[in-house]
Every structure is written in structure tokens, then in C-alpha cells.
């Protein structure tokens, strides 16, 4: 049996693994050696370098704290609708089926598809548009859950040191967000963390820029986050007899399917088919590389869209609980910034408001500190923490 006990060793099996991945990738994809980090991280191993941005954001806090996430919808004693923790999984799966007919990088699809909503704050996309408003209030920039991903693995975890995570990887994350139905989408590419800092704060300042990630494989992961939930939410849906299948509007159900599972084969074959990647071996610049859907795929999964917001994410029974959760949002949001303006915290508030490093602590205001602390909670510590202050709290059901 090989010893690999020697970095040597490891080194020179590392070597012909980077060697063997840039033989059978497109040109157009992300090898692992291109991976950037803030800092040097030279330790002797055996995993690539997106490998390790995989792992690292699976130990993460933040990732523990998916499996109480809202993805839709919130309060369902269910164990059958889908949280966020089974969200990113299924982003990561897609992605890499598509990456992997593609000749991308399939650790860099997995490490961004894994990190792409630890942002998410309690109660989905409602929770952020509270927190949002707070934040405004409070003379922070608006709230964006990919904004806060960032900031999280890259600024937060381990006490305010981060995870070191590459380049790539953060880019992915970021640039994540923006509905692409039609057309192709081609990747924007940056080199350094100078120029990813850039495009990190006019996005903070500016929620509506619209950015194109940096590689490929980013691409592939924000088009494949609406393949993984388009049709899980409907499936959801369903089973909570908001919708029957046969609502689903016909033009839809002729090009996409009725069910999941067909809807998710028929878009990740659209997208492998329809985009334009260069083969392994061939020349870089012989194809633009794009990835996208087909026109007529595209409108179809736009109008499935619009059916899904109509009748799923506004509806009233699905929304029916967000005024309390706002309430709840604004009523910690105050208890917590007057606590640290006065110094008397309570003594289980702990985690990202006090148990952070120094330059935390003495560099970020205390609105943005009860920003970052309300947006890593879970559902339930969330509303376990609003009860203890007196806030009325929905009910499961």
C-alpha cells in the first residue's frame, strides 16, 4: 500500500491530480491550481483546492444551521417539505451533473452550490425583506442573503477569522442571485481579491447590479438553483393542498412535465444541450463559452415562474404568518441594539455578538452586529428568542 505519510508524498499525489483534471476538463473550465485565496495555505494535503473550499463550508456553523431554514414554506409539522439544508444539496447534484457533461470543475460547483444560501436569514425571502428594512433604518446598506453568505464564511466563521475560502468559490456565492430564463449567461472573469472586493461592495450598495459570476462553473450553479426548486416547491405545494397538479398551466406541463423529476430532466437536459462549452482538447477560443437554456425552454420555465409566485410564494396561506415574524424581526432587532449601546446584554446572547474576535468587535457597529447575529439564527431559536421577550409567535401547524 502506497505511504502516504510524507507531504512528499502527498505533494506528488496532489500533483497528478491537478495534472489528470486538466486533462479531461474544457479549457473553458476552472482548474484547481487557478484557485486564489487571501492567504497562503500550504499545509500538506490531499484534497484539491475546491475540494477543501467544499469541506471547510460543510464543517462550518453556518452549514449546521441550514437544516432549520425556511425554504417556502414555515411552521409545518411535515418532515416531508423541503428545508434549505435539502435545497443546497439538491443545487450541488444538479450542478454537477451539468458540470460534469460540461467538462467543469465539479468541486468548484459543489463548494459554490453548498455555500450559496448560508445568507439566508429566519423565514426565507420574508425574513430577508424585514431584516432588509432594518437594516435600512439602522443606516446599514440594504440585506442580501448572497451578500451575507460572503460575509459569513469569508469574515465571520471561526470567531471573525473566515475560512480562508478561494476566490472562486466567494465569487460564485455572490454572484448566485438573478433570474436567467432566455438567452445564455457567460461568465464575467476577475483575478484578484481586490477586484472581487470591488464588485462585493457595489453590490452591498447596490442591490438591484446585476453581476455575471466570474467562472462557468458559477454559471452553472446559479441556473441550476432553479432547476432544484421550481418543481420541488410545487411537488410541496401539492402535498400541502395549495395547488393540484392539473393547475400547473398547460403550456407548461406540454414542455416540461408535471412532476419533479420530469421538470428537473427536462431543464438539466435543455441547459446541457443548449450551451456552448469547448470539449476537452479543443481550442479555448474556437467557442464563446455560454450556458443556457433554449428559447423555448426558457419561456416555458418563465411562465412556470410566474405560475409558482402567483400561486405558491405570494399566496395568502403561504404569507399568512410573515406580519407576526415581521413584528418578532423588529422587536429583536431593538432589544439587541440597546443591550449592546448599553451594555447589559442578556447572558445567552453569545455567538457572532460577543464570542467573536477582537477586530470584530471593536470594528463593526452595533446595528451591523445584530444584523449578522439575527441572520445566523435558525427558525426556531429565532422564535425561542422573540417568545422570551414577550413577542406574540405564530403557531405550528
Known sequence: MPDYSEPTALFSRLHALDTDEERRLSPAATPSRQAVRRQGDDRPGYRQQFSLDADRILHSRAYTRYIDKTQVFCLIDNDHITHRVLHVQLVARIARTIGRFLGLNEDLIEAIALGHDIGHPPFGHGGEVYLSRLCREHGLPPFQHNVQSVRFLDRLERKGRGWNLSLQTLDGILSHDGEIDSGSLSPAPIATFAEFDRRLL????????????????????????????????????????????????????????????????????????????????????????????????????????????DRIYLAPRTRKDMPVIGDCYAALFTTYLEGLQSGRRRPDQVDLMTDMDRSYLDSQPPAAMVRDYIAGMTDDFFLSQAAAIGCPIPERR
Open 202 to 309: 457595489a453590490k452591498e450598495e447596490d442591490p438591484g447590479l446585476e453581476l455575471a459570476p466570474a467562472t462557468l462553473e458559477g454559471c452553472v450553479v446559479r441556473l441550476a438553483d432553479t432547476i432544484a426548486y421550481i418543481g420541488r416547491d410545487i411537488e410541496d405545494a401539492i402535498l400541502l393542498g395549495l395547488i393540484r397538479r392539473n393547475d400547473i398551466p398547460e403550456p407548461c406541463r406540454k414542455s416540461l412535465g408535471d412532476t419533479n423529476g420530469t421538470i428537473v430532466y427536462t431543464l438539466t437536459t435543455d441547459l446541457i444541450t443548449a450551451s456552448t462549452v469547448p470539449a476537452a482538447g479543443d481550442t479555448a477560443g474556437d467557442i464563446t463559452p455560454a450556458v443556457g437554456f433554449s428559447a423555448e425552454i426558457g419561456h416555458a420555465l418563465h411562465q412556470l415562474k410566474a405560475f409558482n409566485y
